[in-house]
């Protein structure tokens, strides 16, 4: 066999994977809404501030895309498949809780489960209760960068937990270090407690300095806040700004891809 038809056999394996590789993989599954009109706290743990995420739009969903807290901070467009009552748009919502109902995928309070109806649709909507929809995960985007906020369980010097805020483009962090800011190669890794709250009882002095892991296509890549993150005399309760801003875009393979933007 020459080596043309070598070549092409391998091009012709790779077709396929190329063709399966997606950032906008479309899944389908079974939706409802918050039996309460109060706000949730959430299994993320964001409470009242994921009022400020996504127009304040939120959802809770199953465990494949929870992923024991992974997903927390994900954006989505979801859209129901009752045309006559949905709009083609749906609604966009970012991930902030575990639905532990079994009949439904995806829980949206109730702001967001109104805003897939059509135009003056929406009572109708909400008589359904439950509905077959379609979604997919989408960049998030903030007007603001990466931030950090101490969590009040924090007790300086030694034990820092942390919570990542405004978590941009399409990506989960998957690690965690921290690190004194000038002349320390002493990096000390994080754990993740829940959702997007990281901690360590080894936490250097400050000032301090992050890195993080973020997935990007099918990898992870480094993303370095190396100036100042969290002052010497970081106090609990309080919001830092990284400085940086996560726009990658991790990607997964499926057969139903659709990039567009649904309006």
């Known amino acids: 066999m020459g080596c043309d038809s070598v070549c092409l056999i391998f091009v012709l394996f790779l077709l ?52 024991g807290g992974i997903g927390c901070g994900a954006c989505f467009q979801v859209r129901c498949k009752n045309t006559k009552i949905c709009s083609s748009g749906g609604v966009k919502v970012i991930l902030t809780d575990l639905n532990r109902i079994t009949d439904t995928d995806l829980a949206l309070n109730r702001p967001a489960y109104a805003a897939m109806a059509r135009y003056g649709m929406a009572k109708e909507l909400k008589k359904l209760g439950i509905v077959d929809v379609e979604y997919k995960r989408i960049p998030c985007e903030y007007n603001k960068n990466l ?32 690190a004194q800011v000038v002349g320390s190669s002493d990096w000390q890794f994080m754990s993740r407690n829940y959702g997007p709250v990281w901690s360590t009882n080894r936490a250097p002095p400050g000032p301090l300095q992050l890195r993080m892991v973020v997935t990007g296509g099918y990898d992870g890549k ?6 100042e993150v969290l002052p010497v005399d970081w106090k609990t309760g309080s919001v830092y700004d990284s400085r940086v801003q996560i726009t990658d875009i991790a990607q997964e393979g499926c057969f139903t891809c659709d990039t567009k933007d649904w309006k």
């Open 222 to 227: 480094w993303v370095w806040a190396q100036e």
């Open 16 to 67: 396929p994977c190329s063709a399966m590789a997606c950032d906008r993989c479309v899944h389908q599954a079974r939706a409802g809404y918050f039996s309460s009109s109060a706000f949730p706290v959430g299994a993320c743990g964001y409470g009242s501030m994921a009022l400020g995420f996504s127009g304040g739009y939120v959802a809770a969903a199953g465990s494949a895309l929870y992923r």
């Open 147 to 178: 931030s950090i906020r101490v969590e009040e369980k924090s007790q300086s010097p030694n034990y820092l937990a942390i919570k990542f805020l405004y978590q941009g483009g399409q990506t989960d962090i998957v690690a965690v270090d921290v």
